[in-house]
């Protein structure tokens, strides 16, 4: 028997940085969570009361700063913050299906998937009803894009993940049990309800219901205020405040007149050690109390940690975000330049792997909205001449270019190409029937009108 030796090179992940990673790959939603969680886990933690208000301090006064200033899209950015419940955003010039639509579409991007299970998920997206539903069932969508219940079926679990939570349900009662499981809730008795008694519920017999559940009245109103929490129609009033109320941006890009300030937005993420506790090691207690606090510092000093390189690294990226795409934050998303996250890890020292943790379920709000950070990182054209933008930027033109065409005379797949060279953009014939088929446009003979 021949025994060989071989020299192999791993990156190996200790415990720590295991949740150093998965700290900075959390969303704020799902940081405060665990942050909340380590409180109550950890004696040794505490929020910082302090901080936080300072922190609401502070962010009121840099607004307050900035709105000072004449830039008109800072105007659009008080109007979409601070206007009446009822006012639509100014600043959204699309209708709310479509703002939602490629809200949806944007939580891919930085995924691997394949072109034929984007074009799925395309459909799926545009296949919603108004509440955010997917009803019309795998089976008729797989024949209407040939393809296989199956198939469909993977692509629908892909889009329940997406945000807003409950979007692609196709059910009410699966609607609202995909929120309770975004929230990490058991909640057998609120389930219960939402599977079997929906209806009592809604007729307010409770009384009736409390003994259908055997449980009593205040238990029962606990899980009533649970299930009022959750939005039985995610797809709603995508365009309105109510969804800028939902979504909490973790930075914000402030356009001032000669610069652009970045807010990192952490004001429910600010934790410290006990004080009580750190002193107990000064006093004469007992060993096995000593090494019991000396464990709990030790994480909590580690968990501070990792919060604050989470930061450290969502700033670093951000700034790099907004110094490669200053054009679109001056001047709106015709002006998105091609950009990837390499490029960023090479500007700010880090991995690329980093970066991709970093804009991870991760938001960014400005002049212009709130964005996916993912959205900031978008493909250059290939194979094309005479164009150097990107594939976002190319696809928009197209899609203005059919808006405005004469419906009862269309634009064939070369006309557009032709017309789309006299805009800057140079596709040849088959990339344009790409791009129309990707974005869900039907071709020249079923977008005419006959009269």
């Known amino acids: 028997m021949e025994?060989?030796?071989?020299?192999?090179?791993?990156?190996?992940?200790?415990?720590?940085?295991?949740q150093s990673a998965a700290v900075l790959q959390m969303g704020r939603a799902e940081l405060e969570e665990f942050l909340s969680q380590a409180v109550?886990?950890?004696?040794?933690?505490?929020?910082?009361?302090?901080?936080?208000?300072?922190?609401?301090?502070?962010?009121?006064v840099e607004k307050l700063e900035w709105l000072e200033e004449t830039d008109k899209q800072n105007l659009s950015y008080y109007e979409q913050d601070y206007d009446k419940e009822d006012d639509k955003i100014s600043n959204m010039s699309n209708s709310a299906e479509e703002g939602l639509e490629k809200y949806i579409l944007s939580q891919f991007y930085t995924m691997r998937i394949d072109s034929r299970k984007q074009k799925i998920l395309e459909y799926l997206v545009l296949s919603l009803d108004d509440k955010g539903y997917f009803t019309e069932g795998a089976a008729a969508a797989a024949e209407t894009l040939h393809t296989t219940a199956d198939e469909i079926e993977e692509c629908l679990e892909l889009l329940k993940q997406a945000e807003p939570a409950g979007i692609g349900s196709e059910s009410l009662q699966e609607c609202l049990l995909l929120q309770l499981d975004r929230k990490g809730l058991e909640a057998p008795i609120a389930r219960k309800i939402i599977c079997d008694y929906l209806e009592l519920l809604g007729k307010n017999q409770l009384s009736v219901l409390a003994k259908k559940l055997d449980v009593s009245m205040g238990e029962l109103l606990e899980n009533f205020r649970l299930i009022q929490e959750l939005n039985p129609k995610p797809g709603n009033g995508f365009a309105y405040?109510?969804?800028?109320?939902?979504?909490?941006?973790?930075?914000?890009?402030?356009?001032?007149?000669?610069?652009?300030?970045?807010?990192l937005?952490?004001?429910?993420?600010?934790?410290?050690?006990?004080?009580?506790?750190?002193?107990?090691?000064?006093?004469?207690?007992?060993?096995?109390t000593k090494e019991y606090i000396r464990k709990k510092l030790s994480q909590a000093k580690w968990t501070i940690q990792c919060v604050n390189q989470r930061s450290s690294t969502l700033g670093a990226v951000a700034k790099a975000l907004v110094k490669m795409q200053t054009a679109f934050f001056e001047g709106g998303k015709d002006y998105l330049v091609p950009l990837t996250m390499q490029q960023i890890a090479e500007m700010i020292g880090m991995h690329e792997s980093t970066v991709s943790r970093a804009v991870k379920d991760k938001y960014l709000q400005c002049s212009w909205g709130i964005y996916p950070m993912a959205y900031f990182f978008v493909k250059k054209l290939k194979g094309e001449t005479g164009f150097s933008g990107t594939t976002l930027h190319a696809k928009e033109e197209l899609k203005e270019l059919i808006k405005q065409e004469n419906k009862k005379r269309p634009f064939s797949d070369q006309k557009l190409s032709d017309l789309l060279k006299e805009r800057g953009v140079e596709l040849s014939r088959r990339t344009?029937?790409?791009?129309r088929e990707e974005l869900g446009i039907p071709d020249k003979g079923k977008r005419k009108i006959f009269e």
Not at 242 to 259: A, G, I, N, Q
Not at 265 to 288: A, F, P, T, W
């Open 3 to 18: 025994l060989k030796y071989t020299s192999q090179q791993r990156q190996v992940f200790s415990a720590r940085q295991q």
């Open 40 to 60: 109550l886990e950890n004696p040794l933690l505490e929020f910082d009361e302090n901080r936080r208000d300072d922190y609401e301090e502070r962010d009121i």
């Open 241 to 263: 405040r109510e969804h800028l109320k939902y979504l909490k941006p973790d930075v914000t890009v402030v356009k001032f007149s000669d610069r652009f300030e970045i807010i």
């Open 265 to 288: 937005n952490e004001g429910s993420s600010q934790v410290m050690i006990h004080s009580y506790y750190s002193r107990m090691l000064k006093e004469d207690i007992d060993s096995e």
């Open 432 to 435: 344009v029937a790409k791009y």
